[in-house]
């Protein structure tokens, strides 16, 4: 996860979070501007080469991506905020795939990508929400669909 206090990622999230009462409204600014702003790249998805890394600031500029640049972008979105964060990278059922944890000082780690609603904690992964489609929801809150290879 590349980026420097002169990122536009930085910057954004900046201006995200400024109204976030506290870690639990950050994440979830973040995690809502992510969802609403950005696109699945299909082409992308289906071109991507070995090796690739995201460029957070080329995400937001171009608003489009695929779940290693969701989550890359949430990350240095989240870390710049004083967020620790975990870009994992692994398996949802058979699908190679990458998301994040949080780690919020109440909380301790809170992985696969959280959510919450003022009462409970649930599971999300910005780039399946974001396309939404039915059934999602309870794919993307079943801890057992995840299996994490990697972790940055």
Same mark, same amino acid.
């Given at each position: 996860v590349n980026f420097? =206090?002169?990122s536009a990622a930085v910057s954004l999230a900046q201006q995200v979070t400024s109204g976030a009462a506290d870690e639990i409204g950050k994440v979830k600014a973040v995690y809502e501007y992510v969802v609403g702003n950005l696109k699945y790249d299909y082409a992308k998805a289906q071109s991507v080469q070995s090796g690739y890394l995201p460029n957070v600031d080329q995400v937001l500029a171009t608003k489009t991506g695929i779940c290693f640049d969701y989550a890359a972008l949430m990350t240095a979105m989240l870390r710049s905020s004083g967020i620790p964060t975990r870009l994992d990278i692994g398996y949802a059922t058979n699908i190679y795939h990458a998301w994040i944890s949080t780690y919020l000082d109440e909380q301790g780690w809170v992985d696969n990508v959280i959510k919450f609603d003022g009462k409970n904690w649930? /599971? /999300?992964?910005p780039t399946f929400a974001a396309g939404g489609g039915e059934g999602i929801q309870d794919f993307i809150t079943d801890s057992s669909n995840y299996n &994490? =290879?990697? &972790?940055?």
């Open positions: 420097s =206090e002169n649930t /599971m /999300m992964d &994490i =290879e990697y &972790i940055h």
